[in-house]
């Protein structure tokens, strides 16, 4: 069985920094390629980042460059978002997602809820 448990999310002032990290179990870890999302309140769910299965290419959606940064530790079957400068707009439920093929959006975990206060 699949599972991927999110932690880190929290409220927080505006130009604040919060880490998510999300630990997955119950497939091979090593050769997913991991993502978050993210749904603010009223909207549709959308990406955020990727890493590959290297950690060696990362993908971000525009309004996040420069501010968030996607990260995995293999060995502790983690990935990582480490999120600065948060925006009022940043406000969401983050979800951790795994693909076991590039682009695919297989494994869904429960999410963490950020808000973040103006």
């Known amino acids: 069985q699949v599972q991927l448990v999110e932690s880190g999310g929290g409220l927080v002032q505006a130009g604040g920094s919060l880490r998510l990290s999300c630990v997955v179990s119950?497939?091979?870890?090593?050769?997913?390629?991991m993502n978050w999302f993210r749904q603010p309140p009223g909207r549709e769910r959308e990406f955020v980042a990727r890493?590959?299965?290297?950690?060696?290419?990362?993908f971000y959606q525009d309004s996040v460059k420069g501010r968030f940064t996607i990260s995995r530790d293999n060995a502790k079957n983690t990935v990582y978002l480490q999120m600065n400068s948060l925006k009022p707009e940043d406000t969401a439920v983050y979800y951790c997602?795994?693909?076991?093929?590039?682009?695919?959006?297989?494994?869904w975990g429960q999410g963490t809820q950020v808000t973040i206060s103006s």
């Open positions: 890493i590959f299965r290297t950690g060696g290419s990362t």
């Open positions: 997602v795994a693909g076991l093929f590039a682009g695919s959006s297989d494994y």
């Open positions: 119950g497939l091979t870890f090593s050769t997913a390629t």
